[in-house]
């Protein structure tokens, strides 16, 4: 298993061994699929204490290609709940700077992980984005090929 | 990393259909390619008069090229795809230091050392030993060869394998991120707008393929302790390429060739 495999295969195992072991808080993986295909794993995510999402898991699907890590993951929101957010698509499709543009090779899908807990964390009012309905009619079911415009809101 | 920027998707113009960014991207990614399978990651000497044939017709150019060859005779091209100077500023330094024991040797202890000064400022460890272990090896291979020719063909054979060349330039954009960090105070006055060191960081100096200004190379002269000279070569005024020395005042021992978004490598 170790001998041949590619350096995106590595830096993957690396990664996955590491969040199950040490998983941020409310977040784990389905080791077992992870460790199957090692391209595509399954997360769950509570929402944090003390916040609007509180109570309520959901499902994160992260897909990498062999270029990981320099090609940044595809990240969506998957399953039967999906956080009503400003920034989550009712299709799952995340809005956040570093799935695209600000990806860096010394992020990691724990990062990714943290970054999401504190997106959904800051949210002061549950509510879809405003271009929801036209952006799930019309978009590519990769969130990576869309183009996004990103402003710095707190939200 | 609750400052990260967060948005909307790109559908504000209702008239077009979100498959206009498929195509932008297909278009883009294109281009890309045709960059990629056209010019090498970093090529072979070859005469600084050469850029003449670019430029034909041209006489602000061409005049510009003309002085360039009285202070350069060669030089070496890279891939313009937004890591051009980090991967030329790394060959160039290298390059340089393999006919000097000393000064290799002090450059790589610098080396062996960053790992744990990154750590300290937060980086993530398990992502950032990827990074720093294919440097010490590229480090380490290259030490190992004695006949300086060898050694620097060595070079060039790595730094166009993309395996090897991206960790490089991956590992030198952490060590410039650092630096920025670690003098932030410093830093701060090159940032326009209300960002923060860490976030001009994070967006414009650890992911691949953004490019590099002023305050990049000031960050990574620093953390490799090394002066550069850069050249300049735009359509401005006069027959004379202008040169400025980063870290003002230093000795260059790095010297790049800069058209506008472009570095190149130039040698005396």
Redesign the interface.
Known sequence: MTSAMS?SER?LQ??LM?LIKDPPPGVSVDAEQAEQNLLQWTIHMEGATGTLYEGESFQLQFKFSNKY??DSPEVTFVGSNIPVH??V?SNG?I????LT????????V??VC??IV??L??CREKQQ???NA??VK???KNPK?????????S? | ????????????N?EM???Q??L??AQQRQIEKEISESIPLVGELEPVTSLSSEYSGDDIYLAKVNDLAAKYSSMRRTRPDGNCFFRAFTYATLERLLGNKEEFNSFYKLAENSKNVLVELG??Q???E??YDTYMDVLKRLADIDNVDDARRELHTVFNEQ?YS?YMV?YL??LTSAQLQKEKDFYSCFIEGERTVADFC??EV???YKDSDHIHIMAACSALNTGVRVLYMDRGTGNIVTQHDLPEGCTPTVHLLYRPSHYDILYV
């Open positions: 350096p830096r690396k990664e590491s890590p320099f400003p920034h698509y499709h809005c956040l700077s570093i543009d600000d990806w860096s090779p010394a992020l990691s724990q990062a943290l970054s504190s997106m964390s800051s984005p405003p271009d036209f952006y019309t978009c590519n090929k869309t183009k996004w415009w990103y402003h710095d809101d939200v | 990393m609750g400052d990260v920027g967060q948005s909307t998707a790109n559908t504000s209702k259909t979100s498959n960014d498929e932008i991207l980086f993530q398990f992502t950032l990827d990074f395996g991206d991956v954009r952490l994070h967006q650890e992911p691949m």
